[in-house]
């Protein structure tokens, strides 16, 4: 066609980052087309294919704008936005001291902004205050894995050796809607009957082990750590586990023995209401697939649904452990993974984000790698701030006395995202200055001081690290709108405006090679990588082999041979002091919210096909909002009968932290004591509003998924259209 042109880049949403091929024809018009890749064969979900609407969004900013005297967000030009934010911080920092201001970032910046933002922080701001909303994504796995492991990255193998295995158990991911393409790796082991999956809700990924393809596994919520405990206890009662491989690759067996002897199954039914011959059935399924049986392989994977809970280390924990009686992990065919959620969710926790952390997943208490990091950016490491406060309690903390006074969010929407969010919205309004980097109005860039207009992925040069810990690049193919910037720019002239030490790059290509200098030595090391590198790797059709330029890739002496990247880890030793992997005992408390007479019926949470996360972009896409337009709330046939509503009635739910109004849909595949929303909207549907901010010990995640209401009907009930909040 004339005066086209295509670009290859890959998709905005999720971590499976599927391949698209970008055509823009002569009058701008942007068609999109999936393309050959290991995880995506091609394929696209809805979100995908209907990605360029993001970029004719109706509201989309395409200047700065200041909130003035009379209270209303004007237009203003780029020099007056940018002066105005860095006097003002300027003037909190030296009034009330650094840390009176605050960063929070996101899981779907790119590699190259995830890092400058964690930089911005601690050296332009010299603030500690540092989170992002990866807090809510994958610190429970990242934390489990750490601990048993001794390293953090989501799939430590390629999404494609799924394909081999003779038994995959997924705990708390409904793939088939979250990821659809991904499902096409699960064809070979529901073809076997070996899909097992475990959620309270018949859900799409649940129907794929119907029809002898597998089990569904229905646990009462927030017990699922109890039906891997008691898998646990059948591998060990049976003796069904790799006794050579615990032996020469594990350490703490004995006391994993004693924290899973009291789950047998009978105990276990009667608080998970899983029948005990389905957990033996289950246990059993799983060691016949591992390879000491004579099996292909097996894999332990889990999703949100199990570790947004105040349990969710130990329910991964429990998950490895599990795997690793089973000799699964370090074995090419079978292992654990942690399936990522965010477009960057592997990235973005990398790079120095994080409130503990700095660039190559390096602590930030460890002196060598604070020399290391403050030797790239030209700073004395002493001037680094320490680690900060994790998400929650740094949100909680805005516009309080010693807490912070102003807030820079970037590719982020706490105020529908965090569990109560009303409460988080009140500290918005607390704080001095509130600033907020978007394409679109978010309901979070509408209560700002000053809001900044800034790219999207087709307008943008980068890298993206998938949910295997392949990194990617993401390419521009059409230009942003005249008075749009790239986040990189912006913080550049607010460095700038500063006054602050080092060099500060806009140009993506130099970033990542300041990035891979820093990260170089370190656990998450990219030093063998650039952009050039990159695309000449997938030129080549290395990425279609699905084997290149996984992390760890080591820069190596000149003269010898590229490093190849590691697919797979864990091959030969773990990454801990002794080269074990650890068992780790864990016991079960369950969720933080009883039931009781006020609040009798689990809420469980999720998402649907055609939504993402806050829904700040897909609730601006038409076909989306067609696909599924309102908030709605499944309900069984019997809780509908009990509690006096039919399909399409409106209810409201009432919890221990406010009411949420939804339209009823009625399925018999949820729980009869169990209601299902989605969280990706705003306004009286808005389920964050009565989510639990209660968070896990040990990774700060808040209890999402998990929470008690009462349901009824709503005569009350606002207008439809009202729902969903501003944007459907």
């Not at 690049?473 to 700038?496: D, H, N, Q, T, Y």
Request: with cysteine; hydrophobic share 40%.
């Amino acid at each position: 066609m004339t005066g086209t042109r295509a670009t290859d880049t890959h998709c905005p949403y999720c971590a499976l980052q599927c391949a698209q091929r970008l055509t823009v024809g002569a009058d701008g018009a942007v068609e999109p087309a999936g393309r050959a890749f290991p995880t995506s064969k091609g394929g696209m979900c809805q979100k995908g294919w209907t990605s360029p609407a993001l970029l004719r969004a109706p509201d989309r900013l395409v200047e700065p704008l200041v909130r003035g005297a009379d209270g209303v967000l004007a237009p203003a030009s780029w020099d007056d936005a940018l002066d105005l934010v860095a006097d003002r911080l300027a003037d909190l920092r030296r009034e009330h001291g650094a840390d009176s201001v605050a960063v929070f970032g996101g899981g779907g910046l790119t590699n190259e902004k995830a890092y400058v933002l964690g930089k911005l922080a601690r050296v332009a701001l010299g603030t500690a205050m540092v989170d992002y909303n990866g807090r809510f994504c994958m610190s429970s796995a990242a934390a489990a894995t750490n601990r048993s492991l001794g390293l953090d990255r989501g799939l430590p193998f390629p999404l494609a050796d799924l394909a081999g295995a003779d038994a995959v158990l997924l705990l708390g991911s409904n793939l088939a809607e979250t990821s659809p393409p991904a499902v096409a790796h699960l064809t070979g082991v529901r073809r076997r009957g070996g899909l097992v999956v475990a959620d309270p809700r018949h859900s799409a990924t649940a129907a794929l082990a119907d029809d002898g393809a597998g089990i569904h596994l229905q646990p009462l919520p927030g017990t699922d750590l109890v039906v891997l405990l008691a898998l646990a206890h059948v591998v060990l009662a049976d003796r069904l586990l790799d006794e050579r491989y615990v032996a020469e690759r594990t350490s703490g067996l004995d006391a994993l023995r004693s924290a899973v002897a009291p789950w047998w199954p009978e105990r276990a039914e009667q608080v998970c209401g899983v029948p005990a011959r389905t957990l033996r059935r289950t246990a059993h399924l799983l060691a016949a697939a591992a390879p000491h049986r004579g099996g292909a392989g097996a894999y332990v994977l889990t999703g949100r649904g199990v570790e947004q809970s105040r349990q969710g280390t130990d329910t991964v924990s429990a998950a490895i452990a599990l795997s690793l009686l089973l000799g699964l992990v370090g074995r090419v065919g079978s292992g654990y993974g942690a399936i990522t959620g965010q477009g960057n969710g592997q990235g973005g926790r990398e790079h120095g984000q994080k409130c503990d952390q700095l660039p190559g997943y390096r602590s930030i208490t460890d002196p060598a790698a604070r020399a290391h990091v403050a030797q790239v950016w030209g700073v004395d490491p002493d001037e680094l701030p320490g680690p900060g406060i994790p998400a929650v309690a740094l949100l909680d903390a805005l516009g309080r006395p010693g807490g912070p006074r102003a807030l820079l969010v970037h590719g982020s929407n706490p105020a529908v995202s965090v569990p109560g969010s009303s409460g988080v919205r009140e500290r918005l309004a607390a704080l001095d200055l509130l600033v907020v980097c978007d394409l679109v109005p978010s309901e979070t860039a509408l209560l700002a001081d000053v809001v900044l207009p800034v790219t999207q992925w087709a307008e943008e040069e980068g890298t993206m690290t998938s949910l295997e810990g392949r990194v990617l690049r993401r390419r521009a193919a059409v230009r942003p709108p005249a008075g749009v910037r790239s986040e990189l720019w912006v913080w550049a002239e607010l460095a700038r405006r500063l006054g602050a030490p080092g060099t500060w790059s806009s140009d993506p290509a130099e970033v990542f090679d300041e990035l891979a200098r820093a990260s170089a030595g370190g656990v998450a090391d990219y030093s063998g990588l650039s952009h050039a590198r990159l695309d000449a790797a997938e030129a080549s059709g290395a990425d279609d082999g699905g084997t290149a330029l996984h992390w760890p890739c080591p820069a190596t002496p000149d003269g010898t041979p590229d490093h190849p990247g590691t697919p797979r880890l864990f091959l030969d030793r773990f990454p801990t002091p002794d080269g074990r992997a650890r068992l780790v005992p864990v016991r079960h408390r369950g969720p933080s919210d009883d039931l009781g007479p006020t609040t009798p019926v689990y809420l469980v949470t999720g998402r649907v096909l055609a939504h993402y996360q806050s829904g700040a972009q897909t609730r601006r896409v038409p076909e989306l909002v067609e696909a599924a337009g309102d908030p709605f709330v499944e309900v069984h046939p019997l809780l509908a009968e009990r509690t006096g509503v039919a399909d399409g009635d409106l209810v409201h739910l009432d919890g221990l932290r406010g009411r949420v109004t939804a339209r009823v849909r009625v399925d018999a595949g949820t729980r009869p004591d169990t209601v299902f929303m989605a969280f990706h909207w705003a306004g009286p549907g808005g389920v964050n509003e009565i989510t639990s901010p209660v968070v896990d010990p040990v990774s700060s995640m808040p209890e999402l998924k998990v929470c008690t209401i009462s349901l009824t009907p709503a005569a009350d009930a606002p207008g439809t259209a009202d729902l969903a909040g501003a944007v459907r």
